[in-house]
């Protein structure tokens, strides 16, 4: 069966990711900016507390209009690539879910304060990853999991 529209668990799963997501920026913006940084795991892991105005992994950094365009872009893309999509599956409305609820949760953290807040920190030794939070993941995740699928399927 072809279905052209979103399942119910689509937006479910937004829902769901983006609750975690705000829910957790709000616990870093209040317990770790007066810390800035606390270590979990010393050598591998710390919760640091980052405005990020950029894009992924910063970049663009200051560049609100730049920014602002390449997202608008993003979305319009998107939208379009979604007409092919057969949602009658569970794995597009949770994917797609995942995806989208990441995406909106960092917007809306754009929107309302002008940046975005990041406080994961993934490093080895003094080489430090990009501080991402709980959105940055789920969207990485999702275009990972469509990235293989596309790549098993021409196979």
Known sequence: MLARWPRLSFYFVIALVLALDQATKMWASAS?????????????????????TGIAFGMFAGQGLLVDLFVAVFAVAAFYFTRG?????WEPNLVGGCLCGGALGNLLDRLRLGYVVDFLDVHAGTHHWYVFNVADSLVCLAVGWIVVRQLRAKN
């Open 32 to 52: 770790l900016r007066p810390l800035m940084t606390v270590t979990l795991v010393p050598g591998f892991f710390n919760l640091t507390y980052v405005r990020n």
């Open 85 to 89: 999509v057969n949602w009658a599956r």
